[in-house]
């Protein structure tokens, strides 16, 4: 096995040019509800990290090599408050966006977590409604915030599990968290009424692909939507290799000749998973028995109707989750800018618009003489 070298580089500090000055000064952009990129790919959804810390230290995002306890997180100053989370998402909403989702780091980690969720619950899309809010977690604080994320108007969450073997999860998550408690947290989200539920597995071959079966078997007819990922090639720190990654189609197979399934429809314009039912004895969709769904942006990319921003946890908005920086926003929300400011310069951003990272990832070099390593999952949510 080929040694595998970590690089310790901060990309929190880059921002693309032209700086959001120039930004702010070209020819003004108004809101219209609706914002496409150079691909005529339009702003949907928004993705908010709200935190860099987590309490996993999976190898696939934070490993412990990395993030040590030496790390240097973000101080709290640099974190955008909730306050100017809200606004920020309003403008995007006034752009187009319908659906915003929570993520980390860990997003349970930040305190009050419930109140950001209140005041984003009380925006309202171009046409009049509800915001579609959901939350990326980890599961391992779910079980006792439930209730109160429900009550707070969190619609729906997404819990990372990459196994149901007790020995294999506590290797993944490398901080010996046991399995059963994340279990007990999406127990506690279903019962809440946070649904319907997804739970994503990083499938990483040579690693926890052995655990395919044993999880569509536990989540089969539960209501649960388990969601197969390919293992990327995000950020540095993970030490990415591609016979590393098990390609969708070989996880549909395993599957399939063991419960039939078959394919479904996509659900939403810009949909990252490809939907599978479980058939039933003549061939047709058995709902009782639900449905699985696999992300394949290695083997099957998706870009041609990618339709998400991610903001970082200080206000850099990137426009892929395989960007190498950002623009801050941070910078222009601090320092007085109108509303009118900030979403012309939403505006000028999407509309120049061209990532299609994974399209091209065969003739890409991750790290380039002279060129700039992406940005952490970790940093921007997955």
């Known amino acids: 096995m080929a040694e595998r070298i970590i690089p310790l580089t901060d990309h929190r500090s880059r921002t693309l040019q032209p700086p959001l000055a120039a930004l702010e000064a070209a020819t003004r952009m108004s809101a219209t509800g609706f914002l496409g990129d150079t691909l005529g790919r339009p702003l949907h959804d928004l993705r908010i990290s709200v935190t860099d810390r987590c309490n996993f230290r999976c190898s696939y995002c934070m490993p412990k090599e990395v993030f040590d306890k030496d790390y240097p997180y973000l101080p709290h100053g640099s974190l955008l408050t909730f306050e100017e989370i809200t606004r920020l998402a309003r403008l995007f909403v006034g752009h187009g966006v319908r659906k915003v989702r929570l993520t980390g780091g860990e997003p349970l980690l930040r305190k009050n977590i419930e109140i950001l969720i209140e005041q984003l619950a009380q925006l309202r899309t ?55 408690q994340v279990l ?164 000028h951003i999407w509309s120049g618009r061209a990532d299609r990272y994974s399209e091209l990832r065969s003739t890409l070099s991750p790290d380039t003489p002279g060129g700039t390593r992406r940005v952490e999952m970790s940093y921007i949510g997955g």
């Not at 108007?153 to 599990?161: A, F, H, K, P």
């Not at 696999?294 to 850099?316: M, P, W, Y």
């Open 126 to 180: 171009v046409d009049g409604a509800p915001l579609d809010i959901t939350l990326t977690t980890n599961g391992s604080l779910l079980a006792r915030k439930a209730e109160a994320l429900r009550a707070a108007g969190l619609q729906r969450v997404t819990v990372s599990l990459d196994g149901l073997d007790d020995t294999v999860f506590r290797k993944m998550n490398d901080v010996d968290f046991p399995v059963e």
């Open 184 to 347: 007990e947290g999406i127990a506690a989200a279903k019962a809440a009424g946070l649904g319907p539920i997804k739970v994503n597995m990083v499938v990483k071959r040579g690693t926890n692909e052995h655990e395919i079966l044993a999880m569509a078997r536990h989540f089969k007819g539960t209501g649960v939507v388990l969601r197969f990922i390919e293992y990327m090639d995000v950020g540095a720190t993970n030490g990415w290799r591609m016979d590393e990654v098990l390609p969708s189609s070989e996880v549909i197979k395993l599957i399939h000749a063991d419960m039939p399934l078959m394919q479904l429809e996509p659900s939403s314009a810009g949909e990252t998973a490809a939907r599978w039912g479980y058939a039933d004895a003549q061939g047709r969709h058995d709902r009782d028995a639900g449905e699985i769904g696999v992300i394949s942006s290695v083997t099957q990319a998706f870009c041609h109707d990618c339709n998400r921003a991610r903001l970082s946890t200080e206000g850099k908005l990137y426009l892929c989750l395989f960007a190498s920086s950002g623009y801050d926003l941070r910078e222009l929300v601090r320092g007085g800018a109108s509303d009118a400011d900030v979403t012309s310069a939403i505006g």
